[in-house]
Nanobody, 121 residues
Framework: QVQLVESGGGLVQPGGSLRLSCAAS????????MAWYRQAPGKQRELVAV???????DYADSVKGRFTISRDNAKNTVYLQMNSLKPEDTAVYYC???????????????WGQGTQVTVSS
């Protein structure tokens, strides 16, 4: 089993920055990929960014150039640095982990509790 705990959400003005963290514990040796998803009110959950154990990264088109995902294997933590935030980035952000490659069609089986990000003036 893998447990994921997110932190770092909050309220920020448009154009601002936030950094989300997701700490993994448990049987972390099985984790191959970790990702961030988000879900806005009335919308489906969408994949935002993913990083593999080897460091390969991928992003949703809507966040490319603004968000950066990184992974500290020594700390068993994945980060999402979010810059130039827009009101449409407002959502609950969830950390996700899997022992396979995460794609927009297939999420991992381990989820965090979610952290709220609100972008508003």
């Amino acid at each position: 089993q893998v447990q994921l705990v997110e932190s770092g959400g909050g309220l920020v003005q448009p154009g601002g920055s936030l950094r989300l963290s997701c700490a993994a514990s448990g049987t972390i040796s099985i984790i191959y990929a970790m990702a961030w998803y988000r879900q806005a009110p009335g919308k489906q959950r969408e994949l935002v960014a993913v990083v593999t154990r080897g460091g390969s990264r991928d992003y949703a088109d809507s966040v490319k150039g603004r968000f950066t995902i990184s992974r500290d294997n020594a700390k068993n933590t994945v980060y999402l640095q979010m810059n130039s935030l827009k009101p449409e980035d407002t959502a609950v952000y969830y950390c996700n982990a899997a022992n396979f490659a995460i794609t927009s069609m297939k999420a991992g089986g381990y989820w965090g509790q979610g952290t709220q990000v609100t972008v508003s003036s």
